[in-house]
């Protein structure tokens, strides 16, 4: 089955640091380009980050440039998204993405990791 | 950044309507806009890629239209499990932006 399962969630404290992860299976993850897309509770979504399919060009949001750090492993068909210097506004479910072709829309997504950050 | 705009924010209406959703972009974003459905609890839909392009998949009632700075996202005639929110996004420029969504509800 083609599916994409994000982990590592969970509640973290201001300043803590968090890493996702996205298993990919059922297609080769190196055939695609990724994104990690957030959307906090009862909002919109955000796009966070996006990698090209050999992680040699990424791009983040503004909101979280400098924090977050989106690496893939090609080799183990899996996603990562390190999350350092946490704030209560990245409270959100994150979901991991597939890029399609050259238009870049996101045609298959995971079912989304719950990060929480509360003191 | 580019900035995307959605009107209305929700609707309310009827089995069998018409329904249209409107997105603007804050420039030229060529044809790289993408429309996604999104039921409660769960992840979003790819509905409709590069503007117009239906998903594999996707009821033929769904349809895009638009290039540049604006686009259309029309259900020719709503079907119960059409409830649900609508997003655009576009793709032209990192970071990729979505619309604010709009809700279409009984």
């Known amino acids: 089955e083609v599916q994409l399962v994000e982990s590592g969630g969970g509640v973290i404290r201001p300043g803590g640091s968090l890493r996702l992860s996205c298993a990919a299976s059922?297609?080769?993850?190196?055939?695609?380009?990724m994104s990690w897309v957030r959307q906090a509770p009862a909002k919109g979504l955000q796009w966070v980050s996006a990698?090209?399919?050999?992680?040699?060009?990424?791009g983040y949001a503004d909101s979280v440039k400098g924090r977050f750090t989106i690496s893939r492993d090609n080799a183990k068909n899996s996603l990562y998204l390190q999350m350092n210097s946490l704030r209560a506004e990245d409270t959100a479910l994150y979901y991991c993405?597939?890029?399609?072709?050259?238009?870049?829309?996101?045609?298959?997504w995971g079912q989304g990791a719950m990060v929480t950050v509360s003191s | 950044d580019i900035q995307m705009t959605q009107s209305p924010s929700s609707l309310s209406a009827s089995v069998g309507d018409r329904v249209t959703i409107t997105c603007r972009a804050s420039?030229?974003?060529?044809?790289?806009l993408n429309w996604y459905q999104q039921k409660p609890g769960k992840a979003p839909k790819l509905l409709i890629s590069?503007?117009?392009s239906l998903q594999s998949g996707v009821p033929s009632r769904f349809s895009g239209s638009g290039t540049g700075t604006d686009f259309t996202l029309t259900i020719s005639s709503l079907h119960p499990e059409d409830f649900a929110t609508y997003y655009c996004?576009?793709?032209?420029?990192?970071?990729?932006?979505f619309g604010p969504g709009t809700k279409v509800d009984i």
């Open positions: 993405a597939r890029e399609v072709g050259a238009t870049r829309a996101f045609d298959l």
């Open positions: 059922g297609f080769r993850l190196d055939d695609y380009g």
């Open positions: 990698i090209n399919w050999n992680g040699g060009t990424t």
């Open positions: 420039q030229s974003i060529r044809s790289f």
């Open positions: 590069a503007a117009s």
């Open positions: 996004q576009q793709s032209y420029f990192t970071p990729f932006t």
